[in-house]
């Protein structure tokens, strides 16, 4: 069972990154999935997931309009197209496959990819 991250990087502000999360050996369909982040010196947060259930898309406040959240035909890869990436949104981001009934907080989460770094500075 494995959450495999990528895509992070160096960019400048208001560029586009688009990281991606593959799942193997297991079906992220029975799970929400989505993506957490952890800058320095902060809790980590939850930033969207796609939940199980309905398929709706759920962003914190500070990354609404800006980022957008999907996953591929098969199901087992989820992207997180960030864009118009501010200084703020510098952390390493971690997808994570969490329970189906729950909310998206680290408590509820049963699967963590290694987190992939992103850093956008002018």
């Known amino acids: 069972v494995q959450l495999q991250a990528s895509g992070g990087g160096l960019v400048q502000p208001g560029d586009s990154l688009r990281p991606s999360c593959a799942a193997s050996?297991?079906?992220?369909?029975?799970?929400?999935i989505g993506w957490f982040r952890q800058a320095p010196g902060n809790k980590r947060e939850g930033v969207s997931y796609?939940?199980?259930?309905?398929?709706?898309?759920h962003y914190v406040d500070s990354v609404k309009g800006r980022f957008t959240i999907s996953r591929d035909n098969s199901g087992n890869t989820v992207y997180l197209q960030m864009s118009g990436l501010k200084p703020e949104d510098t952390a390493v981001y971690y997808c994570?496959?969490?329970?189906?009934?729950?909310?998206?907080?680290?408590?509820?989460?049963?699967?963590w990819g290694k987190g992939t770094q992103v850093t956008v500075s002018s």
């Open positions: 796609i939940a199980s259930k309905s398929g709706g898309t």
């Open positions: 050996g297991f079906a992220l369909k029975y799970y929400n």
């Open positions: 994570a496959a969490g329970d189906a009934s729950g909310e998206w907080h680290e408590r509820y989460i049963y699967y």
